[in-house]
């Protein structure tokens, strides 16, 4: 693993200026990657975008979906049958009651069942916690360390105008963080500057 520190620029002229004065500190170019972070929930970390394999409002529809259609193919079916003993109707119509009780159940689950109410998705205190920004959007300057040592580095960063300095223990490779996620919470260097320490609160 490779040590790695990293600064937010609101712009990419502004991390390219500090990636500049890094250079002429001696920092070699394969040693500096600048890159944009999107905003949370945009990082594509799925096929199909999002960072998320559930959506927080469709969580737990899954099993209430399934109970409601039991309790629908359940339902509707009983009722099929009593039609069929009262009627010549063919034995079969109770099936097809059946069937149609369990796809009413299944939408009506997932679109208004125990997935909404059970606090572990929709909205409230517990939801907004789990899914809170874990970083600010903007370009990000990350330095693998060579020659100069991490406090010497984050000194460099911060001089250049660097928010909200981080570190990492992460894979560098052909000048760049190839295994960077932007969903995992920074490792943030506590410093006390005053603008440093407001983007620091901002990104908590």
Not at 76 to 88: E, K
Request: avoid cysteine; charged fraction near 20%; hydrophobic fraction near 40%.
């Amino acid at each position: 693993m490779t040590r790695i520190i990293a600064a937010r620029f609101d712009t990419f002229d502004g991390a390219t200026g500090a990636a500049e004065s890094l250079f002429d500190r001696g920092v070699g170019d394969q040693d500096v990657q600048i890159f944009y972070v999107n905003p949370g929930g945009r990082h594509a970390t799925y096929p199909i975008g999002g960072d998320s394999a559930v959506d927080r409002h469709a969580r737990g529809g899954g099993s209430s979906s399934a109970l409601f259609s039991a309790l629908g193919g359940i339902v509707f079916g009983l009722f099929g049958a009593w039609v069929v003993s009262m009627t010549s109707w063919h034995w079969a119509t109770a099936i097809v009651f059946a069937g149609i009780g369990a796809y009413v159940g299944a939408f009506y689950g997932a679109a208004f069942g125990l997935g909404k109410r059970d606090g572990k998705s929709g909205t409230g205190p517990a939801s907004d916690m789990e899914h809170a920004q874990v970083r600010l959007s903007g370009v990000l300057l990350a330095v693998r360390i060579a020659k100069a040592s991490e406090a010497e580095m984050i000194a460099l960063l911060e001089q250049a105008g660097g928010k909200s300095i981080e570190r990492a223990n992460g894979t560098w490779r052909d000048g760049k963080w190839v295994d960077f996620d932007a969903t995992q919470p920074p490792d943030q260097v506590p410093i006390d500057a005053p603008g440093q320490r407001q983007e620091q609160n901002k990104a908590i």
